[in-house]
């Protein structure tokens, strides 16, 4: 995979974001889900008008992984919208990463991971907090290895199931601190 490029998205690829979004959500966790629900939510949360509203917002960013021109993944930054405490307006969000299989374990992750963090640290260190799903336990993994802690729950609703969703936060003083090399 070392043929493998990132860059910025723009509005240009709402489409390819919208596409890659949706496919790799039905890959890794449509089979938890009724066709109805599974449907809906999809249209709802990677359809392109959601795509369009994500590129055009300046306080966010994706980057697109490609492969040979194909979209292979992509990830989404910006502020914090998890339902915790202590979010502050200051904190950062790593929104999504999300893969295609064939991608997967060839450190297309940590390359969006590594980007879309040096992204949110741009103007200094921040809080950074992520939602994972609880039964995904390669994400956890990766996560506390580059120095994410579980500090909350929260439920993630799709149709008439609510998922389990773990909530993990970096805080920004371990950004100045420690190198991200576990990432």
């Not at 890959?27 to 369009?52: I, K």
């Not at 295609?100 to 390359?111: D, E, K, M, W």
């Amino acid at each position: 995979m070392s043929d493998i490029t990132l860059r910025r998205a723009s509005a240009e690829d709402a489409q390819v974001v919208a596409e890659i979004g949706a496919e790799t959500f039905q890959l890794t966790f449509g089979h938890l889900y009724a066709p109805r629900d599974l449907t809906a939510f999809l249209a709802r949360s990677h359809g392109v008008a959601r795509a369009l509203a994500d590129l055009a917002d300046p306080a966010q960013a994706v980057w697109l992984a490609e492969q040979g021109g194909a979209a292979v993944g992509y990830a989404l930054a910006g502020p914090c919208a998890l339902p915790h405490d202590e979010v502050t307006a200051q904190c950062g969000e790593l929104k999504r990463i999300y893969l295609h299989p064939a991608a997967q374990g060839a450190g297309v992750g940590g390359r969006l991971f590594n980007t879309a963090i040096d992204w949110l640290q741009r103007g200094g260190s921040r809080d950074v907090w992520i939602g994972v799903w609880s039964e995904n336990f390669g994400a956890q993994r990766f996560y506390a290895r580059a120095g994410f802690e579980k500090v909350g729950e929260y439920g993630f609703q799709v149709g008439t199931s609510i998922d389990r969703e773990f909530i993990l936060r970096r805080r920004a003083e371990s950004f100045s601190n420690i190198a991200r090399g576990a990432a």
